[in-house]
């Protein structure tokens, strides 16, 4: 090392979860400037050697890092609690659903509150994937059409899908079809009940932005 040298030390909590990805970023600034990285991930501490004006940039660089991380990580915990009140699903096999991730489930649900027609969502092996708000359905680049539902834990036993009316019914019994709900309350046996299909209906979500 040239003179003018200086060592700094950072010390933090988000370096114990560095990814492989956040190693290489690591790495990759310790080849751009003219100083040594030593990563103790165990600890949380990283130490900077090197000229001054380096070493003041590199720390610059890894402290916005951390931000990242730690905002990336705040959603992620922010993500995995509404799972606990709102799921989507998505269908594979006839009757079988399957839970989105955390993350996709939030970017869903925001956009389902936020009343827009449809939201398009990435897998992480980089797949784009539409949710159609109106149809309730989800399609993937090749075309291919799955239902999806929307699960609100804090209503047992009731899901939130559609067959051709807009957001359609609120509650749906778990063990009974949309097409099945829907002849029931439509027959004179339940005329007292509010038809579920009608999007005029007052406990139908009704139409939400186009």
């Not at 310790?30 to 000229?51: H, M, T």
């Not at 784009?128 to 090749?142: N, P």
Request: proline share 3%; hydrophobic share 30%.
């Amino acid at each position: 090392m040239k003179d003018n040298s200086r060592t700094q030390v950072i010390e933090n909590e988000a370096i114990t979860i560095f990814s492989k990805e956040h190693l290489r970023k690591i790495n990759t600034l310790e080849q751009r400037y003219d100083v040594s990285l030593s990563v103790e991930k165990v600890v949380g501490r990283i130490v900077v050697r090197g000229q001054t004006g380096d070493v003041l940039n590199v720390v610059g660089e890894i402290h916005k890092m951390l931000h990242q991380l730690r905002e990336e990580e705040h959603q992620h915990k922010r993500a995995k609690a509404l799972t606990k009140d709102i799921q989507w699903k998505y269908n594979v096999d006839g009757n079988k659903f399957v839970d989105y991730e955390s993350d996709m489930n939030t970017k869903i649900e925001i956009a389902f509150d936020e009343k827009k027609a449809a939201v398009i969502i990435t897998s992480e092996e980089g797949d784009d994937y539409e949710i159609d708000f109106k149809t309730m359905t989800e399609t993937d680049e090749q075309g291919q059409v799955a239902e999806v539902r929307r699960v609100d834990h804090r209503k047992v036993g009731s899901y939130t899908k559609c067959t051709g009316v807009p957001r359609c019914p609120e509650s749906i019994p778990a063990n009974m079809s949309y097409e099945q709900n829907c002849k029931d309350r439509a027959s004179p046996k339940s005329s007292s009940l509010p038809n579920v299909c009608d999007p005029k209906a007052e406990n139908g979500r009704g139409k939400g932005k186009q």
